[in-house]
């Protein structure tokens, strides 16, 4: 694509930048005044969008409404949590009855006993849950049951793989690639990480035999490396590659657990990890969701009774509380029962890749990708299959953010800005759907004809 392109992707951009900002002022005095509070003047650096961060103030089923008032139709939901909607009559109910019991107790639940039984039910083929706050916590417990199961230190990542925060994972997420993603860190935590990349059988199969590591971690499907998923047969090798060697295969399912299925990506493709990671959707809803799910063989490392060493550390002042516990149990009885749902839906998404990929054609290709209720949107000359390609296959640098900008005054709203992530809900429609193709079909029009 010559400059003249990208010329009129910024003159069209500087347009829908002057609109953005007439619509959301109050946004923009928020983010001025919060800025100076709070640095970035949002909690999640992926949250702060261009020219300046949306605020939202009310949530509705499959919508959400900003502090000056425009509705979107949302295809972030609450950061993936909430597959049923963001407003589940039932949820509030459960709310209402938690509530009236006491949503924290600081003790062992009665219902922690029914909410493990819920998970379990959805992985059939796990033998023993562990709860933490979030995905990240849960990771950094499972780090430590594969070291202390193995007594081995490496770890290996997928490049663009991300499991949250921790130090030790926080490393090669963002092409080019250039390590650990924070300042602050200690290379104790960062130097046992090994990156490969997904999707490429030969590059795990070196990163084994020459560093022998603990465990593979990775998500299944990637989630913020660009909703890219294992070409066929993939998924299968690493487990077999990984049995092999003597490698721990560790799925991280926090995006992707009851989303692809209700038992996640265990079962959408038949493929069982050692350990599962949960959040999110998880958590049915509540601020507080993760989980570690595992063979007995491997979990017993977290139990002081049969564990003959020092046990690994999992917990947290609101860990297994009654509001997670209740809503979780709750969100996951539903889902198992849902099957015919998700089918719905991902029909809805696999129509929507049709008509996205159809809409794009050949001068301004898209490709749509993913599995199931995990979408992407690349604006690349060819299919990625991992997020190198996602980046350097891109025919523009700067369409990824015209195009949220464009769809985002015409009341579409996902993340991220640089690559467009689509986390439906089984409440999303064709309808839905159909609005991302109508806004991009008028992008792309106005970008030939200007
Ligand atoms: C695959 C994956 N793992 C881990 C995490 C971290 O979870 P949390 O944000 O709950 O700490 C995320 C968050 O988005 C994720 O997508």
């Given at each position: 694509?010559?400059?003249?392109?990208?010329?009129?992707?910024?003159?069209?951009?500087?347009?829908?930048?002057e609109?953005?900002?007439?619509?959301?002022?109050?946004?923009?005095?928020?983010?001025?005044?919060?800025?100076?509070?709070?640095p970035?003047g949002?909690?999640?650096?992926?949250?702060?969008?261009?020219?300046?961060?949306?605020?939202?103030?009310?949530?509705?089923d499959?919508?959400?409404?900003?502090?000056?008032?425009?509705?979107y139709?949302?295809?972030?939901?609450?950061?993936?949590?909430?597959?049923?909607g963001?407003?589940?009559?039932?949820?509030?109910?459960v709310?209402?009855?938690?509530?009236?019991?006491?949503?924290?107790?600081?003790?062992?639940?009665?219902?922690?006993?029914?909410?493990?039984?819920?998970?379990?039910?959805?992985?059939?083929?796990m033998?023993?849950?562990?709860?933490?706050?979030?995905?990240?916590?849960?990771n950094?417990?499972?780090?430590r049951?594969?070291?202390?199961?193995?007594?081995?230190?490496k770890?290996?990542?997928?490049?663009?793989?991300?499991?949250?925060?921790?130090?030790?994972?926080?490393?090669?997420?963002?092409?080019?690639y250039?390590?650990?993603?924070?300042?602050?860190?200690?290379?104790?935590?960062?130097?046992?990480?090994?990156?490969v990349?997904?999707?490429?059988?030969?590059?795990?199969?070196?990163a084994?035999?020459?560093?022998?590591?603990?465990a593979?971690?990775?998500?299944?499907?990637?989630?913020?490396?660009?909703?890219?998923?294992?070409?066929?047969?993939y998924?299968?090798?690493?487990r077999?590659?990984?049995?092999?060697h003597?490698?721990?295969?560790?799925?991280?399912?926090?995006?992707?657990?009851?989303?692809?299925?209700?038992?996640?990506?265990?079962?959408?493709?038949?493929?069982?990890?050692?350990l599962?990671?949960?959040?999110?959707?998880v958590?049915?809803?509540?601020?507080?969701?993760?989980a570690?799910?595992?063979?007995?063989?491997?979990?017993?490392?977290?139990?002081?009774?049969?564990?003959?060493?020092?046990?690994?550390?999992?917990?947290?002042?609101?860990?297994?509380?009654?509001?997670?516990?209740?809503?979780?149990?709750?969100?996951?009885?539903?889902?198992?029962?849902?099957?015919?749902?998700?089918?719905?839906?991902?029909?809805?998404?696999?129509?929507?890749?049709?008509?996205?990929?159809?809409t794009?054609?050949?001068?301004?290709?898209?490709?749509?990708?993913?599995?199931?209720l995990?979408?992407?949107?690349?604006?690349?000359?060819?299919?990625?299959?991992?997020?190198?390609?996602?980046?350097?296959l891109?025919?523009?640098?700067?369409?990824?953010?015209?195009h949220?900008?464009?769809?985002?005054?015409?009341?579409?709203?996902y993340?991220?800005?640089?690559?467009?992530h689509?986390?439906?809900?089984?409440?999303?429609?064709?309808?839905?759907?159909?609005?991302?193709?109508?806004?991009?079909?008028?992008?792309?029009?106005?970008?030939?004809?200007s």
């Open positions: 694509m010559g400059a003249s392109l990208e010329k009129r992707i910024e003159r069209l951009t500087r347009r829908e930048e609109t953005y900002r007439s619509r959301t002022r109050a946004s923009l005095e928020k983010y001025t005044r919060l800025s100076r509070r709070m970035e949002v909690n999640y650096r992926i949250r702060r969008l261009r020219p300046h961060p949306l605020y939202i103030a009310e949530a509705r499959v919508r959400v409404r900003d502090v000056d008032g425009n509705w139709v949302d295809y972030w939901m609450g950061h993936g949590a909430h597959i049923m963001h407003t589940p009559r039932w949820l509030g109910e709310v209402g009855e938690v509530y009236s019991r006491g949503y924290h107790f600081g003790y062992p639940s009665s219902l922690l006993e029914d909410y493990v039984d819920a998970i379990l039910r959805a992985y059939p083929s033998d023993a849950v562990k709860l933490t706050n979030t995905g990240t916590d849960a950094n417990a499972v780090m049951a594969v070291r202390a199961y193995t007594g081995r230190e770890i290996v990542k997928m490049k663009g793989g991300w499991h949250g925060g921790s130090e030790a994972l926080i490393v090669d997420v963002h092409p080019p250039r390590g650990v993603e924070t300042a602050g860190t200690v290379d104790c935590c960062v130097s046992s990480t090994i990156t990349e997904y999707n490429d059988l030969e590059a795990l199969e070196r084994l035999k020459e560093h022998r590591p603990a593979v971690i990775m998500e299944p499907v990637l989630g913020a490396g660009g909703a890219i998923g294992p070409r066929p047969g998924l299968r090798e690493v077999r590659l990984t049995e092999e003597g490698v721990l295969l560790v799925f991280d399912e926090v995006i992707t657990g009851f989303r692809l299925a209700p038992g996640g990506a265990v079962e959408f493709y038949g493929v069982e990890p050692d599962v990671i949960l959040g999110k959707i958590g049915g809803g509540s601020p507080s969701a993760g570690v799910l595992g063979k007995w063989e491997y979990m017993k490392c977290f139990d002081t009774g049969s564990w003959s060493g020092t046990p690994c550390f999992v917990g947290g002042t609101f860990s297994g509380n009654n509001l997670t516990l209740a809503l979780g149990r709750e969100m996951i009885t539903r889902l198992l029962g849902m099957r015919g749902e998700y089918e719905r839906a991902r029909e809805v998404w696999r129509e929507f890749a049709r008509e996205a990929e159809r794009c054609g050949e001068e301004t290709p898209c490709h749509v990708t993913g599995d199931s995990l979408v992407g949107l690349h604006f690349t000359r060819r299919r990625p299959w991992n997020p190198t390609e996602a980046h350097e891109r025919w523009s640098r700067e369409f990824n953010y015209l949220h900008l464009y769809q985002r005054n015409r009341g579409a709203l993340l991220t800005e640089d690559t467009a689509f986390l439906p809900s089984l409440l999303h429609s064709r309808e839905h759907a159909r609005l991302i193709v109508s806004n991009l079909e008028e992008l792309l029009g106005e970008l030939v004809r």
